[in-house]
C-alpha cells in the first residue's frame, strides 16, 4: 500500500519558470489537500478538494492551481514561481467526513526558487 | 476562522524524563477532533494521538497522552519516559467535525537529550 505519493522530493526552479508537483493516493479518499511549510509558520493551506471536478481555495492559494479529474490523483501547478515560493510542500488526503478522520501525508517537495 | 497557538517555538528534556508540549486553539465549533503530528528530521508527518472533542476521556497512546481542556481550549501532549527517537517538531491541529480542513500550529522543536 503506497499511501500518498509525492514527487519530486527535490526542485530547484529560476523565477518566472513553471513546473506541476505531482500527488496520487491509493486510498480512494475523496479528500486531497495541499500545504506548505515554512519555518515558524507551521503549514498552511493552500488549496483542497472534496471530490474528482471540485477544488477551493485554502489560506494561501495565489500563484497556485490544482485540479481533480480522478480520485487519485491532485497535481499542484506554480505558474510562474518566484523566490517566496520556496518552501517545503506536503500533499495530504482524508477520507470526506467519517468517525476516524486523520490526514495521511506525502513526504514531502522541498522547492527551491532562485 | 480557527486558530492553533503553539506558544513554545523549541523545547528540551533529559531522557527518560517527562515533558509536556502546550496547545491552545480558538473556535466556535462544538465538534470537532484535536492532533498532535510528528515531524521527525526525515520530514515524514507522523500521527501522534487524536482527540474527539465530544469525549471528556482524554486519549493516550503507550507513552503520549493529552490534556484536553474543552472549556479552557487547550489541548497538551504529554510525552513519558523521553526517548533519543522523540526529537522532532510536533505540531497541534485542529479539524472541524464538518470538513476535512486541518489548522496547524507553527510547530515546537522538542530535542531529547541523552
Known amino acids: 500500500n503506497a499511501g500518498v505519493t509525492q514527487t519530486p522530493k527535490f526542485q530547484v526552479l529560476k523565477t518566472g519558470q513553471s513546473m506541476t508537483l505531482q500527488c496520487a493516493q491509493d486510498?480512494?479518499?475523496?479528500?486531497m489537500s495541499w500545504y506548505r511549510q515554512d519555518p515558524g509558520m507551521g503549514l498552511r493551506l493552500i488549496h483542497y478538494?472534496?471530490?474528482?471536478?471540485?477544488?477551493d481555495q485554502g489560506e494561501v492559494p495565489n500563484g497556485y492551481n490544482v485540479s481533480r479529474s480522478t480520485t487519485e490523483d491532485f497535481p499542484l501547478r506554480l505558474l510562474s514561481a518566484a523566490p517566496s515560493q520556496t518552501s517545503v510542500y506536503f500533499c495530504?488526503?482524508?477520507?470526506?467526513?467519517?468517525?476516524?478522520?486523520?490526514?495521511?501525508f506525502g513526504s514531502g517537495t522541498q522547492l527551491s526558487v532562485l | 476562522a480557527q486558530t492553533v497557538t503553539q506558544s513554545q517555538p523549541e523545547m528540551s528534556v533529559q531522557e527518560a524524563e517527562t515533558v509536556t508540549l502546550s496547545c491552545t486553539y480558538d473556535?466556535?465549533?462544538?465538534?470537532?477532533?484535536l492532533f498532535w503530528y510528528k515531524q521527525p528530521p526525515s520530514r515524514q508527518m507522523i500521527l501522534v494521538i487524536r482527540?474527539?472533542?465530544?469525549?471528556?476521556q482524554n486519549a493516550t497512546e503507550n507513552r503520549f497522552s493529552v490534556n484536553f481542556q474543552k472549556a479552557a481550549k487547550s489541548f497538551s501532549l504529554k510525552i513519558s519516559d523521553s526517548q533519543l527517537g522523540d526529537t522532532a517538531m510536533y505540531f497541534c491541529?485542529?479539524?472541524?467535525?464538518?470538513?476535512?480542513?486541518?489548522?496547524f500550529g507553527t510547530g515546537t522543536s522538542l530535542t531529547v537529550i541523552p
Open positions: 478538494s472534496v471530490g474528482a471536478g471540485i477544488t
Open positions: 486510498m480512494n479518499h475523496e479528500y
Open positions: 473556535t466556535s465549533e462544538n465538534n470537532y477532533y
Open positions: 491541529a485542529f479539524m472541524k467535525n464538518t470538513g476535512n480542513q486541518f489548522y
Open positions: 495530504a488526503s482524508g477520507r470526506k467526513g467519517g468517525t476516524n478522520e486523520k490526514l495521511f
Open positions: 482527540q474527539e472533542a465530544y469525549k471528556q
